[in-house]
Every structure is written in C-alpha cells, then in structure tokens.
C-alpha cells in the first residue's frame, strides 16, 4: 500500500493536529496535506452534514491524487440556534476561513443568549477511502457552551470561545496534548487510526 496518506486539507492548524495524531500511531506512513501534491479543483462542500462532506471531499481527493485520503468535516453546533452554525461554520460571516468574523458574528448571535442557555459541541466526522475503494466514515462531538468573550491564543476557529464541559479553559487555552486528547477531532481520529492502519496494511 502507499506511504503517504493525504489529509484533504489546506488548513495548517487543522493539518498539523492531525498529523500529531496519526503520525504517532501510523509508523511508516508520511502524512501529506493538499499543499504537497498537485493542485485539482476542489468541490464545494454541498453536503447537508458533516458525514457527508468529509466523505465527499475523502472521495474527491482520491480521485485526483491516488492517494489513500482522509478528510473531515467539522464546526460548532450551537442550542441556542437550533445547530447552527454546524455544516456553515467556517463561513458563517459569508468569507471562508475569516474566524475572527465568524467569531464576532456568533458573539453577536448569542449576546442575549443567558449563560444556561448558551450549551453547544463541537461536532467531527472523519472519513478515510483508498484508491480501492474502501471507505470508512464515523463521527465525534465536543460537548460545552459558549462564553461572551474570546480566551486563548492556541488553537483555531471558534476555540478561543468554546468552554468545554468539566474545564475552567476554553480550546484555546488548552495545549496540543491536552486538546487531542478531548476535542472532537482528537476522538474521531484516534478512533479512525486503527482503520487506518488495518486499511493501509500497517496493522
């Protein structure tokens, strides 16, 4: 089987994060993101879930590359807006990837939103094929509440305002170790690495 895994994304917070993780227990298998193979037009994520556009753009990048591909879709799924920002997060203020105005926006959504009113998760669903084409998709949620104002500097997206259950820091007080070990996309991907590993014949 191949020795490198593409992670279908640009993103290089999200890229390093799962690097840490699948590194570790994938010896052998270097872990490549879309800025190391050659650029293939990307489709919009039209999924109405997070299932379906991780499995979507999985699908799409093994079409293009060969490559055995994981993907994921993730975002904030808020009560208090009935699931939204969800499969939108990242371009809740209408500009792709602009966290400090989606951030803003969602603050401004919730302002008077009571604290115990204010619970929501962080939801993850991975999915991995191989030019095979086998594939393999499963899903994972964070849950906490929003608080009024940005805290911490680690992390990426809507972090900095995510208080997680059982915690006084948010994501984004938190370090890498402390985040892969609770965050949505830390347990979707330690539970996707032996399907990985069983998949890429490392096992």
């Keep these: 089987m191949s020795d490198r895994l593409l992670l279908a994304t640009r993103n ?11 590194e570790r ?27 379906e556009n991780a499995l979507l753009k999985a699908r799409e990048a093994v079409r293009y590359t060969g490559l055995p591909a994981v993907a994921d879709d993730s975002g904030l799924t808020v009560d208090a807006l ?8 990242a371009r809740w203020s209408g500009r792709h990837g602009d966290d400090a105005a989606n951030t803003a926006l969602l603050l401004g959504q919730l302002a008077d ?10 939801v ?16 994972r949620s964070w849950r906490g509440r929003v608080v009024r104002e940005s805290r911490g500097s680690n992390g990426f997206g809507y972090d900095p305002v995510f208080l997680p259950d ?3 820091r948010t994501a984004a ?15 979707a991907f330690a539970a996707l690495v032996p399907l990985v590993a069983e998949l890429l014949g490392r096992s």
């Design 173 to 187: 007080e938190l370090t890498a170790a402390e985040k892969d070990a609770r965050s949505h996309r830390g347990q």
């Design 25 to 51: 227990a994938v010896p052998g298998v270097a872990v490549v993101g879309l800025r190391d193979v050659p650029d293939y037009p990307e489709a919009p994520e039209t999924g109405a879930t997070f299932v």
């Design 124 to 139: 993850c669903a991975a999915a991995l094929v191989t030019p095979d084409g086998a594939e393999r998709v499963l899903e």
């Design 82 to 89: 009935n699931g939204m920002p969800g499969v939108l997060s």
């Design 166 to 168: 059982g915690l006084e």
């Design 12 to 22: 290089p917070g999200k890229l390093a994060e799962l690097q840490r993780l699948l």
């Design 113 to 122: 939103v009571p604290d115990e009113r204010r619970g929501g998760a962080f």
